[in-house]
T-cell receptor, first 116, second 112 residues
Framework: GAVVSQHPSRVICKSGTSVKIECRSLDFQATTMFWYRQFPKQSLMLMATSNEGSKATYEQGVEKDKFLINHASLTLSTLTVTSAHPEDSSFYIC????????????FGPGTRLTVT | KNQVEQSPQSLIILEGKNCTLQCNYTVSPFSNLRWYKQDTGRGPVSLTIMTFSENTKSNGRYTATLDADTKQSSLHITASQLSDSASYICVVPQGAGNMLTFGGGTRLMVKP
């Protein structure tokens, strides 16, 4: 099966600092990856679509200058939360789509971000 | 508007019992429907993917049904185990594209 990893699994940072979250497709190439945010007892909310070699597409209400996305290779996308605030504390989940074969999004294990 | 609604929002059952979770959708165009299991603090894991022509699909103790006419799906869990405690999310992509519409999930708790 397809495996997507995220690093780190948990991170605590202070207000005003930046934190980077990595999303990797371990055994397949993914031109397209997605970043979601999930608050407690809520479903996943799409933040942005990350495309290898081009700019990410952000959902309405998501600040592109605050949530920087870089998809520099076919197996790696990064999300950087800049100038973090306590309200950015959330569970961030990425997913990746195969470039070939069964069309399905495979989700990473998530990253718990806590901003103090 | 594309929507996926799940019921119940939460459910508590005793270990060994069966349960059925419901999903209604209004996503168009429709190509497939997916059930995911999400453990607390983890990412969603796929249980089943059902295409337009499939009515029933099983994965171990999980059996999903799909009625494309009424736009309803169900996930039946047989002989529940404590490890079944999780959120179960119904997800419907819009057509063959990447955009997913998520249901709110059903939080299942299995008690001994």
């Amino acid at each position: 099966g397809a495996v997507v990893s995220q690093h780190p699994s948990r991170v605590i940072c202070k207000s005003g600092t930046s934190v980077k979250i990595e999303c990797r497709s371990l055994d397949f190439q993914a031109t397209t990856m997605f970043w979601y945010r999930q608050f407690p007892k809520q479903s996943l909310m799409l933040m942005a679509t990350s495309n290898e070699g081009s700019k990410a597409t952000y959902e309405q209400g998501v600040e592109k200058d605050k949530f920087l996305i870089n998809h520099a290779s076919l197996t790696l996308s990064t999300l950087t939360v800049t100038s973090a605030h306590p309200e950015d504390s959330s569970f961030y989940i990425c997913s990746a789509c195969r470039d070939s074969g069964p069309y399905e999004q495979y989700f990473g294990p998530g990253t718990r971000l806590t901003v103090t | 508007k594309n929507q996926v609604e799940q019921s119940p929002q939460s459910l508590i059952i005793l270990e060994g019992k069966n349960c059925t979770l419901q999903c209604n959708y209004t996503v168009s165009p429709f190509s497939n429907l997916r059930w995911y299991k999400q453990d607390t603090g983890r990412g969603p894991v796929s249980l089943t993917i059902m295409t337009f022509s499939e009515n029933t699909k099983s994965n171990g103790r999980y059996t999903a049904t799909l009625d494309a006419d009424t736009k309803q799906s169900s996930l039946h869990i047989t002989a529940s185990q404590l490890s079944d405690s999780a959120s179960y999310i119904c997800v419907v992509p819009q057509g063959a594209g990447n955009m997913l519409t998520f249901g709110g999930g059903t939080r299942l708790m299995v008690k001994p």
